[in-house]
C-alpha cells in the first residue's frame, strides 16, 4: 500500500528556487519509479518529471532546464528542485508512483491509489 507525505513547496518570487520532498512511508522505494506533477486550478493534472530506480530523469518540456529530480533510496525519499521559476508554475504538486518500462520511468503511467497529499507552489512577486 503506497504511501507518500510531502513537503516543501510555498511562496517564491519570479526567477526563485524551492524544493520538494516526497518521503515514502512502509515502502523501500528502490525498485519503482517516482513521478512528479502538478494541477494549477481549471487544468489538468500533467507529469513534469519522473526518475527511474537507476536515476536515471525524465523532464517535460515544459521545466527542462529548470526542474531537477532527484533520490535518496536510503531515506526512501524523492526530490524536486525547482529553479528559474515562472508564475505560470503555479500549481499543486503531487508525487507518486509510476511504472517503469525498460528501465525508463513512465509518467504517463500512474500506479493505483499512490498520489501523495499534494503541496501548494505560488510564484508571485
Known amino acids: 500500500q503506497w504511501e507518500f507525505v510531502q513537503s516543501g513547496g510555498g511562496l517564491a518570487q519570479p526567477g526563485g528556487s524551492l524544493r520538494l520532498s516526497c518521503t515514502a512511508s512502509g515502502i523501500s522505494l528502490d525498485s519503482y519509479s517516482i513521478g512528479w506533477f502538478r494541477q494549477a486550478p481549471g487544468k489538468v493534472r500533467e507529469g513534469v518529471a519522473c526518475i527511474s530506480n537507476m536515476h536515471n530523469p525524465y523532464y517535460a518540456d515544459s521545466v527542462k532546464g529548470r526542474f531537477t529530480m532527484s533520490r535518496d533510496n536510503a531515506k526512501s525519499t524523492v526530490y524536486l528542485h525547482l529553479d528559474s521559476l515562472k508564475p505560470e508554475d503555479s500549481a499543486v504538486y503531487f508525487c507518486?508512483?509510476?511504472?517503469?518500462?525498460?528501465?525508463?520511468?513512465?509518467?504517463?503511467?500512474?500506479?493505483?491509489?499512490?498520489w501523495g497529499q499534494g503541496t501548494q507552489v505560488t510564484v508571485s512577486s
Open positions: 507518486a508512483a509510476v511504472r517503469q518500462l525498460d528501465g525508463v520511468c513512465a509518467v504517463r503511467e500512474v500506479r493505483s491509489d499512490s
